[in-house]
């Protein structure tokens, strides 16, 4: 089975930062040999919107801004509903270091979508050239642009058209998880917090995919 990357370190209860549950390093970058932009792409799981709302202050004083106007993600043909697909944005403050920072709910389509399409890439080399093959076709659409809105765009049609029923196959295939998939359970952490519930006492911590 493949393996989707590990989730972050909670951070202690008691502030902002206990929203943050997971963080994975997603994107072209993350994916050996495949050619790609100097922008590094990174992923939150929070639990939901509300919590990536409460943790934006926090990311904005570490250097992350939000980005006005981006609130979703296209909704792809296995999930339509526009309301699975809810995001945040966020930015990297210092110039020399580009950052797009995703903040998704642990478990959302969007959230296992970054990781899946990930992972897949990693595995295949088809898939690897062929997403390739796309990024130069927009590129050289969008070549003199002064953002990457267009380039981002361009490639959505792919995405869903292309991508997303051959990857949900390599998924079901390799029987892919994604190895932050199990969010802390916070009853089971208050139940073994006071010695109580049938697990009172033993590690709850995040699922791992097996290989």
């Not at 995703?102 to 399409?117: D, E, N, T």
């Not at 892919?176 to 697990?199: H, I």
Request: hydrophobic residues 40%; contains cysteine; proline residues 7%.
């Amino acid at each position: 089975m493949a393996r989707a990357g590990r989730p972050a370190h909670r951070p202690a209860a008691g502030g902002r930062g206990e929203d943050i549950l997971a963080l994975d390093h997603v994107g072209s970058t993350a994916v050996p040999g495949l050619a790609a932009k100097d922008v590094i792409d990174l992923q939150l799981g929070v639990e939901d919107m509300a919590a990536a709302e409460r943790i934006a202050p926090l990311l904005a004083d570490a250097g992350f801004p939000g980005w006005a106007g981006v609130s979703s993600d296209n909704p792809k043909p296995s999930h339509p509903d526009p309301a699975d697909w809810r995001k945040r944005l966020h930015g990297n403050a210092d110039p020399g270091r580009a950052v797009n920072l995703h903040v998704r709910a642990l478990g959302s389509p969007g959230w296992r979508f970054a990781l899946c399409f990930r992972d897949w890439l990693r595995d295949d080399a088809a898939a690897r050239a062929a997403y390739l093959a796309e990024k130069r076709r927009v590129a050289k659409l969008h070549g003199v642009d002064k953002s990457t809105a267009g380039y981002a765009a361009d490639k959505e049609g792919w995405f869903t058209e292309y991508a997303a029923p051959r990857m949900d196959a390599w998924a079901q295939r390799t029987g892919w998880q994604p190895a932050s998939s199990t969010a802390p359970d916070r009853d089971a952490d208050r139940d073994a917090d006071q010695g109580t519930g049938p697990e009172a006492g033993t590690d709850t911590g995040s699922g791992t995919a097996q290989s």
